[in-house]
């Protein structure tokens, strides 16, 4: 059953009046609490409700819930918002052309607003807990220190994914604390590493205490795991005003950050608290069943109630109206989706394939049941979120309450494997990597497709190249990638590959030159269910009893507007601070990197 975040009524609005209107005035100094810091963050169930709070700002409508997650790691060499070729603020968000004023984010109550209201709470009650929890003796008050340490990391850490320096506070606003220039990004890294250092010492293991028996409380497992991501995005390439590079701080030099982030993922591969589900398609079953007890491979989700998040209004195969899996009414689902050519580049016996990309959606109900259509080339969704999956029917009109997964078990093995071969050689990477490709495919396969292939890697590049290609079959649709592109220095080089594959894959050459421009159907036995011959290499003889539908729509502004002409991705790799935060910011805020063509 899933928790729910609530706001806990007189706590939180005592405690968190403040930062409410980021537009007029961008911090506001904070009110004081009603009930008294030293009452509330010495109870933990009165500081439980304070640092519940500060999961609210994920879920407010233009926060994570209805801008962030819509948008943030889009485009990419695999996925795509469906209308990014349609000129507009959306697309602009994604091609690499969003501006300060963009119409969809230029908003005081905006995600970037939204973020920073969580810090704040955070950093409330991180003061309180600190100062009144006796944190030490009480392990109920360490944990919930350690989930604030946390959340403010994870708001810190979008923040600095998406817009790259930004104003950093770690101790509540004050008059003097209003106004303030951005941090450097290095002194922020180090920062919330040390921080999660020392939430990781507090938070247990999953399923070690009752706070850490679902995926929707920070464990020790995730805050490690997510420790470790950041010491890879620290050290990794990225956007600086003086252009893209690594940081200079030897503080956050490969060699440590890659050290720091092999030990911590060991530790949590060593602690046995968090594994891979036993098939790829039933870990996205139980996702969309919404499954949150801690301990298989989501190891924290961001929670929203059942009316708040909206990961399958966006992300889910398409429902073209109202039907036997949702009452949301409308074109629900179907808002982004994998790029056309990446469910040929699975292997073709690769389970994880039919699960990421789905060439159908769900079309008009009759008498309230809808059966499945086919697309076309240019139009695939993505299959890990499904309506037709979940336990229960959703009839908001906007939201349908599932989590986001923020993190999975499957990233800590293949970080495990990057660090340990560029540390140790490839032959240190190869069991992580094995592990992974062994859930991917069927036990008679494994001797040819995991362990001959992973042993053929005998060299760091041909190790490294290998990994960059997991991360791509097992996460696409789940947008982390571009970030991941960011960190390898591979962004704009493999957005240009993607669009030579789609040029390829159009005119059937070159690696496409096998892949059929014609599909054949006929219903399952249900009347609902596709029967889809066609859509494997090579599959071009007409089966009887099937209907054909041709295979080969995709137009050329599709392929050219994965980033918009004339911009360079590598470039415009975070957004731009929106214009109603610079102009409220007594000066202290700047863009200062390229803006204009």
């Given at each position: 059953?899933?928790?729910?975040?609530?706001?806990?009524?007189?706590?939180?609005?005592?405690?968190?009046?403040?930062?409410?209107?980021?537009?007029?005035?961008?911090?506001?100094?904070?009110?004081?609490?009603?009930?008294?810091?030293?009452?509330?963050?010495?109870?933990?169930?009165?500081?439980?409700?304070?640092?519940?709070?500060?999961?609210?700002?994920?879920?407010?409508?233009?926060?994570?819930?209805g801008r962030l997650l819509a948008y943030q790691g889009l485009n990419t060499d695999t996925e795509w918002l469906l209308a990014s070729?349609?000129?507009?603020?959306?697309?602009?968000?994604?091609?690499?052309?969003?501006?300060?004023?963009?119409?969809?984010?230029?908003?005081?109550?905006?995600?970037?607003?939204?973020?920073?209201?969580?810090?704040?709470?955070a950093n409330l009650c991180i003061r309180g807990l600190r100062t009144y929890g006796n944190v030490k003796s009480n392990k109920q008050?360490?944990?919930?220190?350690?989930?604030?340490?946390?959340?403010?990391?994870?708001?810190?850490?979008?923040?600095?994914?998406?817009?790259?320096?930004?104003?950093?506070?770690?101790?509540?606003?004050?008059?003097?604390?209003?106004?303030?220039?951005?941090?450097?990004?290095?002194?922020?890294?180090?920062?919330?590493?040390?921080?999660?250092?020392?939430?990781?010492?507090?938070?247990?293991?999953?399923?070690?205490?009752?706070?850490?028996?679902?995926?929707?409380?920070?464990?020790?497992?995730?805050?490690?795991?997510?420790?470790?991501?950041?010491?890879?995005?620290?050290?990794?390439?990225?956007?600086?005003?003086?252009?893209?590079?690594?940081?200079?701080?030897?503080?956050?030099?490969?060699?440590?950050?890659?050290?720091?982030?092999?030990?911590?993922?060991?530790?949590?591969?060593?602690?046995?608290?968090?594994?891979?589900?036993?098939?790829?398609?039933?870990?996205?079953?139980?996702?969309?069943?919404?499954?949150?007890?801690?301990?298989?491979?989501?190891?924290?989700?961001?929670?929203?109630?059942?009316?708040?998040?909206?990961?399958?209004?966006?992300?889910?195969?398409?429902?073209?109206?109202?039907?036997?899996?949702?009452?949301?009414?409308?074109?629900?689902?179907?808002?982004?989706?994998?790029?056309?050519?990446?469910?040929?580049?699975?292997?073709?016996?690769?389970?994880?394939?039919?699960?990421?990309?789905?060439?159908?959606?769900?079309?008009?109900?009759?008498?309230?049941?809808?059966?499945?259509?086919?697309?076309?080339?240019?139009?695939?969704?993505?299959?890990?979120?499904?309506?037709?999956?979940?336990?229960?029917?959703?009839?908001?009109?906007?939201?349908?309450?599932?989590?986001?997964?923020?993190?999975?078990?499957?990233?800590?093995?293949?970080?495990?494997?990057?660090?340990?071969?560029?540390?140790?050689?490839?032959?240190?990477?190869?069991?992580?990597?094995?592990?992974?490709?062994?859930?991917?495919?069927?036990?008679?396969?494994?001797?040819?497709?995991?362990?001959?292939?992973?042993?053929?890697?005998?060299?760091?590049?041909?190790?490294?190249?290998?990994?960059?290609?997991?991360?791509?079959?097992?996460?696409?649709?789940?947008?982390?990638?571009?970030?991941?592109?960011?960190?390898?220095?591979?962004?704009?080089?493999?957005?240009?590959?993607?669009?030579?594959?789609?040029?390829?894959?159009?005119?059937?050459?070159?690696?496409?030159?096998?892949?059929?421009?014609?599909?054949?159907?006929?219903?399952?036995?249900?009347?609902?269910?596709?029967?889809?011959?066609?859509?494997?290499?090579?599959?071009?003889?007409?089966?009887?009893?099937?209907?054909?539908?041709?295979?080969?729509?995709?137009?050329?502004?599709?392929?050219?507007?994965?980033?918009?002409?004339?911009?360079?991705?590598?470039?415009?790799?975070?957004?731009?601070?929106?214009?109603?935060?610079?102009?409220?910011?007594?000066?202290?805020?700047?863009?200062?990197?390229?803006?204009?063509?």
């Amino acid at each position: 059953m899933k928790y729910k975040v609530i706001i806990a009524g007189l706590i939180i609005s005592g405690l968190l009046t403040s930062c409410q209107d980021f537009g007029e005035d961008f911090f506001d100094t904070p009110a004081q609490s009603t009930l008294g810091d030293e009452i509330i963050f010495s109870n933990a169930e009165l500081a439980q409700g304070a640092v519940d709070g500060i999961k609210v700002s994920f879920g407010e409508e233009q926060s994570y819930r209805g801008r962030l997650l819509a948008y943030q790691g889009l485009n990419t060499d695999t996925e795509w918002l469906l209308a990014s070729s349609i000129e507009g603020a959306k697309s602009d968000l994604v091609t690499y052309n969003a501006r300060p004023d963009n119409t969809e984010m230029n908003s005081p109550k905006n995600a970037w607003a939204m973020m920073y209201e969580g810090i704040e709470r955070a950093n409330l009650c991180i003061r309180g807990l600190r100062t009144y929890g006796n944190v030490k003796s009480n392990k109920q008050l360490g944990q919930l220190l350690g989930e604030a340490l946390t959340l403010r990391a994870i708001y810190y850490a979008d923040l600095l994914r998406n817009w790259g320096d930004v104003p950093v506070r770690f101790v509540p606003v004050v008059t003097s604390t209003i106004y303030i220039p951005k941090t450097n990004r290095d002194e922020t890294y180090k920062q919330l590493i040390a921080d999660l250092a020392e939430a990781s010492t507090l938070v247990g293991w999953p399923n070690e205490t009752s706070a850490t028996n679902s995926t929707e409380r920070v464990n020790k497992a995730f805050v490690k795991s997510f420790r470790a991501r950041l010491a890879m995005m620290a050290s990794g390439y990225q956007q600086y005003p003086d252009g893209v590079r690594r940081s200079t701080d030897p503080e956050l030099s490969v060699a440590k950050m890659y050290k720091l982030a092999l030990e911590e993922c060991r530790s949590v591969i060593a602690s046995g608290s968090a594994h891979l589900e036993p098939t790829f398609e039933g870990l996205w079953k139980k996702y969309n069943q919404e499954i949150v007890t801690a301990g298989g491979e989501s190891l924290w989700e961001i929670p929203f109630g059942d009316t708040r998040g909206r990961m399958l209004f966006t992300l889910a195969v398409k429902h073209d109206t109202s039907d036997q899996f949702q009452q949301m009414g409308a074109s629900k689902g179907g808002v982004n989706g994998p790029l056309p050519f990446v469910f040929y580049d699975y292997d073709q016996v690769d389970t994880r394939r039919d699960v990421t990309c789905v060439p159908y959606k769900w079309g008009t109900a009759v008498s309230g049941k809808a059966k499945q259509e086919l697309t076309d080339l240019q139009t695939w969704y993505f299959g890990k979120y499904r309506f037709e999956w979940m336990n229960r029917i959703v009839t908001a009109p906007n939201d349908d309450g599932l989590n986001k997964i923020y993190m999975r078990y499957a990233e800590v093995l293949l970080i495990a494997a990057e660090a340990a071969n560029e540390l140790e050689g490839p032959g240190a990477a190869a069991g992580y990597l094995k592990e992974i490709r062994r859930r991917a495919f069927a036990p008679a396969d494994q001797a040819v497709k995991v362990d001959a292939y992973v042993d053929g890697l005998t060299g760091k590049d041909a190790m490294f190249n290998a990994i960059v290609e997991e991360n791509k079959y097992e996460f696409t649709g789940e947008m982390e990638r571009k970030y991941s592109l960011i960190r390898w220095n591979l962004l704009k080089i493999k957005l240009d590959e993607a669009k030579v594959k789609m040029t390829d894959l159009k005119a059937r050459s070159g690696n496409y030159q096998d892949v059929p421009s014609t599909l054949y159907y006929k219903y399952e036995d249900d009347g609902i269910t596709l029967d889809i011959y066609g859509l494997n290499r090579g599959e071009i003889q007409a089966p009887t009893g099937y209907t054909s539908k041709a295979w080969d729509k995709l137009e050329d502004n599709k392929i050219t507007t994965l980033y918009k002409t004339g911009i360079d991705p590598d470039k415009r790799q975070f957004w731009p601070i929106w214009q109603t935060f610079i102009d409220n910011s007594n000066g202290q805020l700047v863009n200062d990197w390229v803006i204009g063509n």
